[in-house]
Structure formats: structure tokens, C-alpha cells
């Protein structure tokens, strides 16, 4: 009798902890380390998509030791990843199946917890960019606390680690910090190349000499150094090739822009440069055949190629005509481009339902 109850008993609490288990797949502990196949693994044991298995399947073939590859996702959990974060790590950086916990995976998380990340944060950046856990943690992964101190926030090193996964690569000591030197001696301040860094990360690991050629042209092109507009030109100018940069200008020639035309443009807004070509051409096309805007209007108001044609240009347009010829308007079509959804809507439209509410709706325009 009393053996068959405590058979009883050590049966209920086995089937007690494997639903625990199948509740809580990353904290799986298999009964035996022997190898078993990346697909048993990851899909039964883990719950991951198929697509994540066939991936990790090219890279590996067998888990050898499916107890100790249990124990680092369990650190990845207990650290605040969300499963979503553990399957793109395994996804691409397999090799992390293997990685022994105490020595690669703890040391790493540790760098960022030194420095003040939160868990979420870890997460986000870790679960985004994988291969961040191939550096070192006393090396490569140490220059965090040298871009914090630049972009002075744990989310603007977020922001660039996720906009610009490589930039960990580099030696941040010999490419970044000659770089920011020298933009300080050209009058930009600390905050401005903050910002730069987290737009433009890549801009500083260029070659100094790079650098230097890029703020040459800039003076060359009649911007005063001090100010706000200055910085922005290097960041366009810095994002684009040469050779980029010599097609974005054959596309402006195409709208019938002179070389002042397009030097004046740049001047005045030059982020309109990193535009698409596509979208460039068919605002200037429509601006032309809808609204009888020709190519001046354009370089007077560059502005405009920065909306979205169908969501603001045509449908403010089709209403600003039908005003225009009922004289019941008067401005410019630009100014009326500029301004809040809410506040078009209650001047243009609302007064005027009967006339143009066939042309607009309340998500117009955002």
C-alpha cells in the first residue's frame, strides 16, 4: 500500500514539472545531455519557429549538449530578453548554442549593466544586433562607455548600435575620437555632434582626411560655420558618395535646375538630397501637371519634396484649387502645406464641406 502510493505521488510530480516545463519552454531542462537534432531542440523543446530551426541547421546539425545550451538561454531570460529577442540571437549567431555561460555570454551583459542599461534596453540592443556577443567584453564591447559619453544617453547609443550594427567594429579610440576633435576645432559643439552620431554613425570612422574634405566643401558652398545648418550639410554630404552625390544632381538638372539652382536649394535645405530619386520626380511631375508649378516654384520652396505626395500634396491640392477658382481663398499653396492636419481640415474644409469634402478626409495630410 505505501508503495503504491508513493509511486502515486513521484508520478503526479513528474507530470506536474513536465507541464511547468511545456509552459515555460526556454526554461527547459532535458533529462539527459545526450545530442539531439537543432529541429527537436529548437521546435519541440524551445518553441521556435521553423524558419529560425532551417536556419540554424546550416550552421549546426546536432545540439551535443542540449543541457548546457539550455543553461545560456536561461540567462538570456533571466537578464529580460523576451523569447522574441533569444530566437533572433540564436538565429544568427548560433555558435551561441555552445558558448559557455560563465565566460562569453555573463561578462558581456555585465558591460552593459555597468554602465547603467536597463534590462529592456540590453534586450532591444542585443536582441537586434546578435553579433554584438562575438566581441570582446574587455575591448571592442568597452568603447560603449566611450559612446555614451558622446551621444550622452543609453538610447542614443541604442540608436546607433541598431543604425549601424558595425560600429562596435572599429576602433572607436583611433577613427571616432580624431574626428569629434576636429569637428570641435570647426566651432561645432558637443550637442550638434551628438546628434550627428546618432544620424550618421558611420560618418565617424571615416579617415580624418575624409572628414576634412567634407567640411572643405561645405565652406566652399558658402555656409557660415556657426551655424545650425552647417552640421546638417555634412551629415548629406557625408551620407552620400561622390558618385551619389553627382546622380542626385543630374536628377535636380532633370526638373530644368541650373548648378545655382541646386547650390541654392542646398544651401536652404539640404536634407531634400537624401530624398529618392523616385520621389523627387513624381512630386516635381505632379506639382507641375496638376498644380501648373514649374521648376522655379521648386527651388523657391524645397520644402515641399520633403511631403508625401499622396497623403498630403494631392489631396490639399485638389482642395486649394477648387477655393482658388471660387475666389474663396488667398496665400500660397506652400504655407498651406506647412500647415497642422487639424488646422487645414477647420479653415479649408469644414467651412467649405459641400465644395471639397469629396477630396479630403480626416486622414488626409497626416
Not at 548648378?259 to 516635381?284: C, M, Q, T, Y
Request: a positive charge; one cysteine or more.
Amino acid at each position: 500500500m505505501i508503495f503504491h502510493r508513493l509511486k502515486r505521488i513521484i508520478s503526479l510530480s513528474i507530470s506536474s514539472n513536465s507541464l511547468h516545463r511545456s509552459q515555460n519552454p526556454i526554461f527547459w531542462r532535458p533529462i539527459s545531455s545526450k545530442p539531439i537534432t537543432v529541429s527537436d531542440f529548437l521546435i519541440n523543446r524551445l518553441g521556435f519557429s521553423p524558419e529560425t530551426a532551417s536556419t540554424v541547421s546550416k550552421t549546426l546539425t546536432l545540439i551535443r549538449n542540449p543541457e548546457k545550451s539550455d543553461s545560456v538561454l536561461s540567462i538570456f531570460k533571466k537578464c529580460g530578453f523576451s523569447n522574441a529577442h533569444i530566437e533572433n540571437i540564436v538565429k544568427f549567431v548560433p555558435q551561441i548554442l555552445s558558448a559557455h555561460p560563465d565566460k562569453t555570454i555573463k561578462p558581456k551583459i555585465k558591460t552593459f549593466q555597468d554602465l547603467g542599461f536597463a534590462a529592456t534596453d540590453i534586450g532591444e540592443i542585443v536582441g537586434n544586433c546578435p553579433w554584438i556577443l562575438k566581441l570582446r567584453a574587455d575591448n571592442q564591447l568597452g568603447s560603449i562607455g566611450l559612446l555614451k559619453d558622446f551621444v550622452g544617453s543609453n538610447s542614443g547609443v541604442a540608436k546607433v548600435i541598431k543604425r549601424s550594427s558595425w560600429f562596435l567594429n572599429n576602433n572607436l579610440h583611433k577613427s571616432m575620437i580624431p574626428n569629434i576633435d576636429y569637428m570641435k576645432s570647426c566651432g561645432i559643439c558637443s550637442t550638434q555632434i551628438g546628434k550627428l552620431l546618432c544620424s550618421v554613425p558611420r560618418l565617424f570612422i571615416f579617415k580624418l582626411d575624409r572628414i576634412k574634405c567634407l567640411v572643405k566643401r561645405v565652406d566652399e558652398m558658402g555656409y557660415d560655420r556657426k551655424s545650425k545648418m552647417f552640421v546638417h550639410a555634412i551629415r548629406v554630404l557625408g551620407s552620400l558618395t561622390e558618385e551619389k552625390w553627382e546622380f542626385k544632381k543630374q536628377v535636380f538638372r532633370g526638373l530644368g535646375w541650373t548648378e545655382d539652382d541646386i547650390l541654392f536649394v542646398f544651401r536652404r535645405n539640404p536634407g531634400v538630397f537624401n530624398l529618392s530619386d523616385r520621389k523627387i520626380r513624381e512630386i516635381a511631375k505632379y506639382l507641375g501637371d496638376a498644380g501648373g508649378y514649374d521648376s522655379s516654384f521648386l527651388v523657391l520652396h524645397p520644402e515641399m519634396l520633403n511631403y508625401s505626395l499622396e497623403g498630403r500634396i494631392k489631396p490639399r491640392l485638389n482642395v486649394w484649387l477648387v477655393l482658388q477658382s471660387n475666389q474663396l481663398v488667398k496665400g500660397s499653396f506652400p504655407n498651406v502645406c506647412k500647415m497642422r492636419n487639424e488646422d487645414f481640415s477647420k479653415k479649408y474644409v469644414v467651412p467649405f464641406v459641400n465644395m471639397v469634402g469629396k477630396y479630403y478626409n480626416a486622414d488626409d495630410g497626416k
